[in-house]
């Protein structure tokens, strides 16, 4: 199995977590945003993934190579494929809600930090490096501040997004986190979720996927 990611990349850091999480030995292939053009924008790369986006994950699956996208439908295929360390609930209800919160972060608040994104903002659109970080910053609290109200009001709760084990919204919340402190956010307004980010940076899956903590770091 190899994961093809970037270090800071919130949808690889989510994957990593994933993968940790359920203890799956995996290569890594660094795959860089900003150097060389953009190794994801490389014709070899989009071979892999004709979207240029990362993670890829290439795996193999009753005898054939799968060259998998999208860091959601990755976890998805891990939690099929190996149901150890479950990263969904049992109760059909629950899973839908554990999805719905990890759905909040990777569909309504990260592709607005996405890289292309913010490039676009400060290159074509030609705001300065201020106006995009104050953009940034009131709709990632947006987002943030709405998953903060409904865990907060929900008794399914716990240590973590759902319960006491981590769960696919985790494997989410805490690169949103990261990428919300480097945006320097104003994340006193979200103790519950600064309160789980805590509980989750404490486990060795979450401590050994953090940026920092990867090979093509800078």
Not at 143 to 160: H, M, N, V
Request: aromatic share 8%; net charge negative; hydrophobic share 40%.
């Amino acid at each position: 199995m190899k994961l093809y990611g970037y270090f800071r990349s919130s949808a690889s850091y989510r994957v990593r977590i994933a993968l940790n999480l359920k203890g799956l030995a995996y290569d890594s292939e660094a795959v860089h945003l900003v150097k060389n053009g953009g190794e994801q924008l490389s014709a070899s790369f989009r071979t892999l993934n004709p979207e240029a986006l990362v993670p890829a994950l290439v795996d193999e699956h009753e005898g054939v190579e799968l060259a998998l996208s999208q860091s959601l439908a990755i976890m998805e295929y891990l939690e099929e494929k190996y149901p150890a360390s479950a990263l969904l609930p049992k109760n059909l209800a629950d899973r839908a809600h554990v999805r719905a919160l990890a759905l909040a972060i990777a569909c309504d608040v990260h592709p607005l930090s996405n890289l292309r994104v913010l490039k676009y903002l400060t290159g074509t659109l030609g705001i300065s490096e201020e106006q995009k970080n104050t953009w940034y910053q009131h709709w990632c609290m947006t987002g943030l501040s709405a998953l903060e109200t409904k865990i907060a009001a929900d008794p399914r709760s716990g240590k973590f997004c759902y319960g006491d084990t981590p769960t696919l919204a985790d494997c989410c919340l805490v690169p949103q986190i990261y990428n919300a402190q480097r945006f320097k956010c104003d994340l006193s307004t979200t103790p519950q979720l600064m309160r789980i980010h805590q509980n989750c940076m404490e486990l060795q899956a979450f401590i050994l996927a953090a940026p920092g903590n990867q090979a093509d770091a800078e």
